[in-house]
């Protein structure tokens, strides 16, 4: 069984930065893709990025596409989200998640973190 931590939510000010990390457990995710996923109060869960196991393809939705950026690091078995220029409509629990493959909507045997609040104020 996998474990997903993630770390480096907080509140900020619209404009800055930050930098989220999932760390993960359990086993290697040398060959399982990764993605960050959030969900604002009231809003359906969205994939934000997503990174594959070979950290060749990425995918980023088109609200955060040149603002964001995922990376990994295989050897700590962590999956990177650096957030530049926040907006409000940033605010939402972030999600952690890594599987065989990692879509829009999950995917199938995927593992999940418990999430991380990040609340970006006006």
């Known amino acids: 069984q996998v474990q997903l931590v993630e770390s480096g939510g907080g509140l900020v000010q619209a404009g800055d930065s930050l930098r989220l990390s999932c760390a993960a457990s359990g086993r290697t995710l040398r060959r399982d893709g990764m993605g960050w996923f959030r969900q604002a109060p009231g809003k359906e869960r969205e994939l934000v990025a997503a990174?594959?196991?070979?950290?060749?393809?990425?995918y980023y939705s088109d609200s955060v596409k040149g603002r964001f950026t995922i990376s990994r690091d295989i050897a700590k078995n962590t999956v990177y989200l650096q957030m530049n220029s926040l907006k409000p409509e940033d605010t939402a629990v972030y999600y952690c998640?890594?599987?065989?493959?990692?879509?829009?909507?999950?995917?199938?045997?995927?593992?999940w973190g418990q999430g991380t609040q990040i609340t970006v104020s006006s």
């Open positions: 998640a890594a599987g065989p493959v990692v879509t829009t909507t999950g995917g199938t045997d995927t593992n």
């Open positions: 990174i594959g196991w070979r950290s060749i393809a990425t």
